[in-house]
């Protein structure tokens, strides 16, 4: 398997320009989480889906941050308009739930974002 | 509220010596894992604890989970470069099958 994909793996851009990651889950996985880490506030969960539906997004920042689903191997995470202060490491990671419990979650490379 | 401490947070040690890392957490679970993240890179599963007195070993790591006392160790045996990372706990609440709260993390660097 490949494993978690993400891409871009690098994002470099302008205050107030629109960015999009993109997550592709491992096959099979039904779970799936956006990350955000820093130096200063560590590891973040942003948002959580199951089976495609969003089930906790209590972590997302502010309405500038938004994320979907649209199928099971599949994920965008989008800042409109991006800020300085979203700089980070935004990770995706994906997981299989078993006896109503979620498995080990395994992350994908990240995507190194910096906005100017 | 489910809190996790990791202690040290930083720790310099040279290549053959032992060390031990420490987790702490403040209420009951049901599953504790430890990752490794070298510079720039992502996050790797290393150890998924599931059980009170539950140990695993890979190599030089090894990790245990002492559930009553709320602590993991994630012991290293004869350290060596290769080994130098940013560990991190995650604890998984009852509350919440999904949720996992993390450490902030030990970055540990071993010296040739």
């Known amino acids: 398997d490949a494993g978690v994909i993400q891409s871009p793996r690098h994002e470099v851009t302008e205050m107030g320009q629109e960015v999009t990651l993109r997550c592709k889950p491992i096959?099979?996985?039904?779970?799936l989480f956006w990350y955000r880490q820093t130096m200063m506030r560590g590891l973040e969960l942003l948002i959580y889906?199951?089976?495609?539906?969003?089930?906790?997004d209590s972590g997302m920042p502010e309405d500038r941050f938004s994320a979907k689903m649209p199928n099971a191997s599949f994920s965008t995470l989008k800042i409109q308009p991006s800020e300085p202060r979203d700089s980070a490491v935004y990770f995706c990671?994906?997981?299989?739930?078993?006896?109503?419990?979620?498995?080990?979650?395994?992350f994908g490379p990240g995507t190194r974002l910096l906005v100017l | 509220e489910l809190k996790v401490e990791q202690n040290p947070l930083f720790l310099s040690m040279q290549e053959g010596k032992n060390y031990t890392i420490y987790c702490n957490y403040s209420t009951t679970s049901d599953r504790l894992y430890w990752y490794r993240q070298d510079p720039g890179k992502s996050l790797e599963s290393l150890f998924v604890l599931l059980s009170n007195g539950a140990v695993k070993q890979e190599g030089r790591l090894m990790a245990s989970l002492d559930t009553k006392a709320r602590l993991s160790t994630l012991h290293i045996t004869a350290a060596v470069h290769d080994l130098s990372a940013t560990y991190f706990c995650?604890?998984?609440?009852?509350?919440?099958?999904?949720?996992?709260?993390w450490g902030a993390g030990t970055k540990l660097i071993i010296k040739p």
């Open positions: 995650a604890v998984g609440g009852l509350d919440s099958n999904y949720q996992l709260i």
């Open positions: 096959s099979g996985h039904n779970s």
């Open positions: 889906f199951n089976n495609n539906v969003p089930i906790d």
């Open positions: 990671a994906s997981s299989i739930g078993e006896g109503g419990r979620l498995k080990t979650q395994y």
